[in-house]
């Protein structure tokens, strides 16, 4: 049986538990991760924990909606098992919320078919090699872009002031997605401290000869994974591969205790294209977008 549990309800150590060891584990999944990025959560669970399905809400003109957080890549239901039936946690949800806009993840099971499931990539590189294999895996492009960096002297300083990549971010990425607000922002903050002091995250800045910052990125470690979960470059150093130094320097430190590098995800053709080029795959898996809001209710914009 399947029950509906807010926030305050939730038995946090069965819940976290369930996280750790279900076939789907993901760090965004964890209550503190969630505590810090969501408005509001609640939780979809089966039995006693046997599987949980994390919702992020928020309500407005007294309509409770489901939404997708900043800085959460993937949710979905995480199971201790894989006989697990998705299909009856989206069943409940939809009698509950009748917006719903929320990421599933990788390793949910891609069986069915339906108006209100989107499909979406993730792009990995296996990192079960030596490097010397993982980069003859790179395009020319990428092992060009490397060569400038090497040849203009650019450094990579590990622990970096988180703010220093926030800061970046707003003032390069953010500019072309207005739609992040200072509140997302303190969360990122807020998050990224709580990850280090978690050993869950790390900083790795990138400058050039003039000592100017001109790459940064937050990596996310869970179990075999690593994600890049934040990353940007300054839009006015992007000649000598500065972006391509940064993953290639996060990939050489992490490939010996790691077994896949997530470059955090993106449909959109160049970017995955971009990402594909370091010798990475494709997962595929699925969102979750249905509208079932009375015509005269206008759509949620974030």
């Known amino acids: 049986m399947i029950t509906y549990i807010e926030r305050a309800a939730l038995h946090e150590e069965k819940y976290n538990n369930c996280i750790t060891n279900s076939l789907q584990s993901k760090v965004y999944a964890y209550s503190w991760y969630l505590d810090i990025v969501a408005d509001n959560w609640s939780?979809?669970?089966?039995?006693?924990?046997?599987?949980?399905?994390?919702?992020?809400?928020?309500?407005?003109?007294?309509?409770?909606?489901?939404?997708?957080?900043?800085?959460?890549?993937?949710?979905?239901?995480?199971?201790?098992d894989n006989t697990v039936n998705v299909e009856q946690f989206y069943k409940l949800l939809f009698t509950k919320f009748r917006f719903v806009e929320s990421k599933?993840?990788?390793?949910?099971?891609?069986?069915?078919?339906a108006s209100y499931l989107v499909e979406k990539q993730v792009q990995v590189l296996p990192l079960n090699s030596n490097y010397d294999t993982i980069f003859s895996g790179f395009r020319k492009d990428r092992k060009k872009d490397l060569k400038k960096a090497?040849?203009?002297?650019?450094?990579?300083?590990?622990?970096?002031?988180?703010?220093?990549?926030?800061?970046?971010?707003?003032?390069?990425?953010?500019?072309?997605?207005?739609?992040?607000?200072?509140?997302?922002?303190?969360?990122?903050?807020?998050?990224?401290?709580?990850?280090?002091?978690?050993?869950?995250?790390?900083?790795?800045?990138?400058?050039?000869?003039?000592?100017?910052?001109?790459?940064?990125?937050?990596?996310?470690?869970?179990?075999?994974?690593?994600?890049?979960?934040?990353?940007?470059?300054?839009?006015?150093?992007?000649?000598?591969?500065?972006?391509?130094?940064?993953?290639?320097t996060a990939i050489q430190k992490y490939h010996n205790d790691f077994e896949l590098f997530n470059f955090g995800g993106s449909s959109m053709k160049s970017i995955a294209e971009?990402?594909?080029?370091?010798?990475?795959?494709?997962?595929?898996?699925?969102?979750?977008?249905?509208?079932?809001?009375?015509?005269f209710v206008k759509l949620f914009k974030r």
Not at 55 to 70: D, G, L
Not at 274 to 295: D, H, M, R
Request: glycine residues 4%; positive net charge.
């Open 43 to 80: 939780v979809l669970v089966l039995d006693d924990y046997a599987a949980v399905m994390p919702i992020c809400w928020r309500k407005k003109n007294f309509i409770k909606y489901v939404y997708p957080p900043f800085w959460l890549l993937e949710l979905g239901v995480f199971s201790i």
């Open 104 to 113: 599933l993840n990788t390793a949910n099971p891609i069986k069915i078919e």
């Open 150 to 248: 090497t040849k203009v002297g650019l450094s990579a300083k590990w622990n970096d002031d988180p703010k220093k990549i926030i800061q970046l971010f707003r003032d390069n990425v953010g500019k072309r997605t207005p739609f992040i607000t200072d509140r997302d922002y303190d969360n990122l903050s807020k998050l990224i401290t709580i990850c280090i002091e978690k050993e869950v995250g790390e900083v790795l800045s990138i400058y050039n000869e003039q000592h100017q910052l001109v790459a940064s990125g937050f990596f996310l470690k869970h179990k075999n994974t690593i994600t890049i979960l934040v990353s940007s470059t300054d839009f006015n150093f992007r000649k000598n591969g500065e972006n391509t130094f940064l993953i290639n």
């Open 274 to 295: 971009y990402f594909l080029s370091f010798g990475a795959k494709t997962l595929n898996y699925q969102e979750i977008k249905y509208n079932q809001l009375p015509a």
